[in-house]
Each structure stands twice: as C-alpha cells, then as structure tokens.
C-alpha cells in the first residue's frame, strides 16, 4: 500500500529519528488523556481568552500547508522544470501539515467525540464549516496527487492525463484553505483587532514566506543527511519567493498598523498596545511580539542583500528567522491578541500550560513523523531510479 | 390500556423494521404514525420576546442580587471560585463595560462605575448563530430566543468568539463539583459545553416568567413581547429613552435599558 | 506440509483468542445471567409496548430531546394519554431509580449513555449536607 515497505527499511539514524519523534508523540497522547477525563481546564484557556495555542498552531500551519502552492504553481502551470524535484516534496509537507491542522482543532474541541455533528448538521453559514470542507478537499486532493505522481515516476511512465485537472484545481483550493481560515476571523463584530478586510492577505503572504523558508530547510536536511540534493537553482528560486513574500507581508503589517494608529480608534488600537508595549499592567506577550519583529527585520536584510542570499549558509540563518518571527507573529501573538482586551474591556493573560504545550509538541512530532516518512518513501523510489 | 391493538401491532411492526432497516427508520415512522407532539397550551405566547431593565429601579440596592441568585439556582449555573472559568447567565457590570462607548470620564455620577445587570441580548441577528458549525444554537423562528441544544454543543467556543457582548461561558472542567446545590427539575451542563441564558425557554413553555423578572421585587425587569404593539415593553421603549449595548456592531440587542 | 503442526498451534491460538470473551466469563461466573431491573413503582404500562422500549426507549427519548428542545414542544400524546416529554419527570415517574433500572442494564449491556452527565439523577438529591460530594466523583470524572 503506497509502498509504505520502503518506510521501514533504514538505518539506525533514521530509527533512532522516528524513535524521537515517537516519544514526543506519546507523551503528547498521554497529556491528550489527561484532557479528555479533566476537560480544557488543563490548558492556560480562560472565558476571555477561549482559543490559544491550540487553534494559533492550526492557523499557522494552514499558511505552510497552503504554501505548497508556491512549487506547484511554477512547475505546473508555467512549466517551470527547475521545480521539478522539490514539487513532490512540497505537496508531502502539505499533507502532513493539513493532518496537523485536524489535529488541532480535534484537540481543542471541548466535546470532540461530537465533532461529526459537523457533518451531521451542516451548517453552510457558519465559516467553521468550510473551513472544513476546504481543508479535508485540500488534504484528499494533495493525497491523490502525490501518490499518482509519485506512482507514475517509480514505473518511469508519464502521470495520467487526468491528474492535471486536479493540480490545477489544487492552486485556487491552496489560496482557499488559507482565505476560508481568515474568515473565521474577520468576521466577528465585537473582535476589532481580526475586524480586517487585510487579514487574509496578509495570511497569504506570511505562509507563502514561512512555508517556502520551512521547505528550504527541509531540502538543506536532506542534503546533509541524505544523497539526495535538489541543487542550489530550486533553492535559490524559493529563496526568492520567501524574500518576496516576506516583503509583502512586513508591507501588509505596517499598512495595519498605520490604519490603526492614524484613525485613532481605541478598540482597534488596544489590542496591539497589548501586543506591543503592554496593557494595564499586562505586557506578558511583548517580548515575544518584539523578538518577532527583530527577526523579520534580520531576516529581510538577510534576504534581500542578494549577496546574502546567495550564501546557502546565511540564507539557511535567514529561513529559521522567516519561520520563527512569523511562529511567534501567527503561531502567538494573531490569535491570543485577538482576546485581549475582551469585548468587556477586561485584560486577562494567557499562557499554555506544560500539558497544553506537550499535546502541542505532540502533534507537531506526528507532523514531523509523516513528513519523515513520506520524504523517506520519494527518496527510496529515487534511489531505486537512479541506481 | 392506552394502546389499543392496532397501535401494539404497528409498533411491533415497528420493531420488525428496526431489526430490517433500522433503528432511525422506525423512530421515524413511529413518530409520524403515534406521537403527537403539541406545546404545553399554558405556554405563554410571543413573537419577539425582549426586555427592558429600569437601571434606576435596578440600582435602588446596589447589593441585591435576587435576580442572579434565583437565575443561577434554577439552572444550575455553577458557583466557580476561579474568575477566569466563570460560568455565568446573568451578573453584573460596571457601567462603563457594559456600554464601552460612553466616555467614562464625564459620565453622571448616578451611572459612572455602578453596576449594571447584563445578559444575553437575544439578538436579532446574533453573530454567535451566525458561526456556530452544528447549529447547537440557534434563534427560535417562533419568538426570537437565542437557544442552546448542549447535547449537540461540540465545545468549538466559536461563538464565545463571536459574542460581542461576552454573554456565553464554557465549560472548562466538569461544573457539578462547583454546585452547592441542585435543581433536580433542570439539567446541569457537562465539561466541554458552552452555555448562556435561554430567557427562560422552559419557563416560558410553561406559562411562567422568567426567573430573574419575577425574583425582583423592584420590579426593575420588564418582560414582554416586542412585536405586540399593546405590550409594557413596547411602551416602555416607545415613551422613553432607552440604551443597547454595541447596538452599532448591527446585532440588534433586545435587552433594553431605562436610564 | 513441515509447517502443518505451526498452523494448526496457530488456528487454536487464534480460536483460543477469539472466543477469549467466553472462557473469560464462564470461568469469572459473570455469563449470561440477565439482570433483575427494578419494577416500575406504579402504572401497569409503559408508555408503549415493554418490547418496544427495552428495544428502543433510546430512539424515544431521542426524538422527545429534539421535540423540547429544538421543536419547543412539550407535550406528547400517545393513544389517548398525554405525557410530559420528560425524562427525569416522566420516566422516573415510574422506573425511580437509576441504579435499579438504567444502570443495572446498561452496565450489562456494556453501554454509556451520557444522559446523567447532565440529567440529575433523582438520587442525587437526597441528603442534604452530602449533596455535594455525592456529586463529585473520584478520578474527576462524572457521576454516571
């Protein structure tokens, strides 16, 4: 079955890896049990900060799923041959960070063994439902692909013809799953801070920096630790799109920050007073959102210095600086900034809890264990190829 | 007997077809052939439920708390020491929370930080509705009540999100540890659920006003249907001035307050 | 045919395995035996058939669930009585205890319904100062 025999053949780096990541894992399902039988006490939530690290995860990933769209679209639609190599790796990353996505918002239902009532009840005005929909169709149609195509290159015979249509569908669904996710966001009345018509795009161009910067390192893994290398032309390709993309996105921010500050309305303001210099007192997110933009500023001279940039070494630094300033920007601050001040005025902290932080972890390590075996099973079949 | 033998043959026959297709099927055919469903005739009959709070009256004592008291016992809303868990339908805040667009520094001092009972506003147009993925809430068609079903409730907290006016509360642990005592006549809820004001929907389908309106005896809590142009809401509103909270985030309110 | 004793030992193991359920309680003593319910404390029927509700009193109270509350209904009539959609009201009217009644069959059936995480059994009512630990059952887990 989708020659998942060629993932359990390795060596003892490879186990030892898995190993890892499986012990996180476990550790997180245990914390997850702990969940079930107490309920979402166990978590740092509260009645004015109800959704936090658990649904912050989720929106993040959305944007790296999302960005696969960025390999997909070049090799695909402009033929763009160079892609060639690291398409499939990026449609494999959208995969597992699709299930991670699921698995967050499973985590952080508070009676998840309803959570079917979704489907049961479809409720088409409620954005959570297409959220849904866009999601699941996004995680089936990126599935098919890879395997279809995967499948072809191992018989060494051209995919089917009919699965172009479906990667050409997969561009607008890509652009979707992120727009839809913004949606359930930007259209709450009392929650100012999300109460923008620029947050889908600005969605869009951090993922399509933040997931390219992430797809970088990954290939830069594989190189050290594996024959494969996709050569210095793709990288440097994506290297350009996250520099772009991350341009745009610092653009989108300050256009935010200038509508906000100049119109002057407090409700708007407040909460990235909270984010940025503290409220009544409370300021336990400032640091967090300042290493932020620190980093996006390192990063963008990294970036857009071509000389820079062309440096594998420094554009490896400039990508953990992408990924982490726009983690703490969208994986922290977008959501939990959202809930303070509340529509009531009150200013409540939030912080995950140890337990919160390791179911977390743990889905992040099931992520990681998917995105181990899917590159273990392409490379294998390459090997298998080129021997 | 109050089945006759045709009815004891239809529902064995019923059994038959849940054994072939089904349990759902037979529950439906049996629904549709034996059950008649009616509402209680005593139920008291509206098309727009609303309220209006007289604040003068309410603030007479500023310490009563008759209305939360009788709400929370009669629902099991827990009593949670934490304020950061709080389940609450019905309490109290200052002014200047409750109606965030008045400027707080020149307000009268008979409104500047008093307390002011807050709720659910039964919108018109409630974004918690709007959002909600399993319609686990819902406004009633028939009069206007924004409704919890908690046995469909998946606990998304959506609509915690949604409300503008932070009139829902969820269930972060399991809520019976924190009852000092219960209404046996009304569920409790479960860890998980989120929960909020119905005005009263089971007292209503049963003729009785709702608990906090007839727990005050200043008579502050005015309730009434809107749509009937006889009514004392409908007075009220008509002959004086009257605040919503938020009414400009198009939610429609049908709390009224008498300043 | 060298590996014939291999899988045959593994056929037995196998069949051993499956019917696990049946050595278990044959030899725990636990088989079989239907539990004795508590009779109905008064009324000399059920509001439909016994067959029927011990069959199907979950699809009952399912769609009185939906009537109240989604339907706003209250009331049902069935044949020539009217009843209180109620299952803390109705049916406990009779069937008094959840101990006797609910539990006893729903343990031996290996079910959870989670109906008493919210509604309030009866029992729980009684003995006023204790009420409240009664309430809190150990491991925080619900009282069911």
């Given amino acids: ?387 | 007997m109050s089945i006759d033998r045709k009815t004891f043959l239809r529902i064995t026959g019923c059994g038959l077809a849940a054994a072939l297709a089904g349990s759902k099927i037979a529950g439906l055919i049996a629904e549709a052939q034996d059950e008649l469903t009616t509402p209680d005739p005593a139920a008291l009959k509206g098309r727009r439920w609303a309220m209006v709070i007289d604040t003068k009256k309410c603030l007479k004592d500023e310490g009563c708390d008759k209305c939360i008291q009788a709400c929370h016992r009669v629902h099991n809303v827990p009593e949670i020491a934490d304020a950061r868990r709080e389940v609450k339908w019905i309490w109290k805040e200052p002014f200047e929370h409750a109606f965030p667009a008045h400027d707080p520094e020149h307000l009268p001092e008979a409104l500047a930080g008093r307390p002011v009972l807050v709720f659910c506003n039964h919108c018109d147009a409630p974004p918690c509705v709007r959002v909600c993925p399993t319609k686990a809430t819902w406004k009633r068609a028939s009069d206007g009540v924004v409704m919890m079903d908690w046995h469909r409730c998946i606990g998304c907290r959506y609509c915690v999100a949604a409300c503008p006016y932070g009139s829902r509360s969820f269930n972060w642990s399991d809520p019976r540890p924190h009852l000092v005592q219960i209404n046996g006549a009304y569920p409790t809820r479960t860890k998980g659920v989120v929960e909020k004001c119905t005005f009263c929907d089971e007292r209503l389908a049963r003729g009785q006003l709702p608990a906090c309106v007839e727990a005050c005896t200043e008579k502050a809590l005015i309730f009434g249907d809107l749509a009937d142009p006889g009514s004392e809401v409908r007075r009220l509103v008509r002959e004086n001035f009257t605040l919503r909270r938020k009414p400009e985030l198009g939610t429609a309110p049908q709390v009224f307050y008498l300043i | 045919m060298r590996d014939r004793p291999w899988i045959l030992l593994g056929l037995v193991a196998f069949l051993g395995l499956i019917t696990f359920p049946i050595w278990y309680n044959q030899a725990a003593g636990t088989t079989s035996a239907a539990p004795e319910l508590q009779k109905a404390v008064k009324g000399d029927t059920c509001i439909y058939p016994t067959d029927y509700m011990r069959a199907s009193h979950m699809d009952v109270l399912m769609r009185w669930r939906d009537e109240v509350v989604r339907n706003d209904k209250r009331l049902v009539k069935i044949g020539d009585k009217t009843y209180n959609m109620s299952l803390t009201s109705t049916c406990m009217d009779c069937h008094t205890s959840k101990a006797d009644f609910c539990d006893k069959c729903h343990n031996y059936a290996g079910v959870k319904p989670y109906c008493w995480d919210c509604h309030v059994d009866p029992a729980l009512l009684k003995g006023g100062a204790g009420e409240r630990a009664a309430l809190r059952a150990p491991g925080g887990q619900h009282v069911d």
């Fill in chain 1, 1 to 387: 079955m989708f020659m998942f025999e060629k993932a359990v053949v390795g060596g003892r780096r490879y186990w030892s890896w898995l190993g890892v990541l499986a012990a996180v894992i476990a550790l997180g399902f245990a914390s997850y049990l702990r969940q079930l039988d107490q309920g979402l006490a166990i978590t740092g939530l509260s009645r004015d900060v109800t959704w936090g690290l658990y649904i912050a995860q989720f929106t993040f990933l959305v944007g790296v799923a999302a960005s696969a769209v960025m390999v997909v679209l070049p090799y695909y639609l402009h033929n763009y041959k160079v892609f060639g190599k690291v398409t499939i790796l990026g449609e494999f990353l959208a995969i597992s960070a699709v299930t991670m996505c699921m698995l967050f918002i499973l985590v952080d239902m508070g009676q998840p063994a309803r959570v079917l009532n979704v489907i049961l009840h479809p409720t088409p005005n409620s954005i959570m439902f297409w959220d849904m929909v866009s999601l699941s169709g996004y995680l089936v149609l990126n599935a098919v692909i890879a395997l279809v195509t995967l499948t072809a290159e191992r018989k060494g015979i051209a995919p089917p013809g009919w699965i172009k249509p479906v990667i050409l569908i997969s561009i607008p669904w890509a652009i979707s799953i992120h727009t839809v996710t913004a949606f359930l966001y930007n259209g709450l009345p009392g929650r100012s801070f999300w109460l923008t018509a620029l947050l889908a795009p600005r969605f869009l161009a951090s993922a399509f920096s933040a997931g390219p910067a992430l797809l970088i390192l990954l290939c830069m893994i594989l190189r050290r630790f594996t024959w494969f290398d996709v050569g210095r032309e793709p990288i440097q390709k994506l290297a350009l799109i996250v520099t772009y993309a991350m341009v745009v996105n610092v653009f989108f921010v300050l256009m935010e920050l200038f509508t906000v500050f100049y119109s002057g309305i407090p409700e708007h303001q407040e909460h990235f007073k909270y984010l940025f210099v503290g409220l009544e007192g409370h300021g336990s997110l400032v640091p967090w959102m300042w290493t932020s933009v620190l980093l996006a500023v390192a990063s963008l001279v990294l970036l857009l210095v071509p000389r820079f940039r062309h440096d594998e070494k420094i554009l490896a630094v400039a990508c953990v600086t992408v990924f982490l300033s726009l983690w703490i920007d969208k994986g922290i601050g977008l959501i939990v900034g959202g809930f303070v001040p509340s529509p009531l005025g009150a200013v409540t902290e939030y912080a995950p809890t140890l337990p919160e932080i390791s179911i977390a972890l743990g889905i992040w390590a099931v992520g990681f264990l998917m995105i181990t075996v899917f590159y273990k099973i392409t490379l294998s079949v390459r090997e298998y190829l080129g021997a």
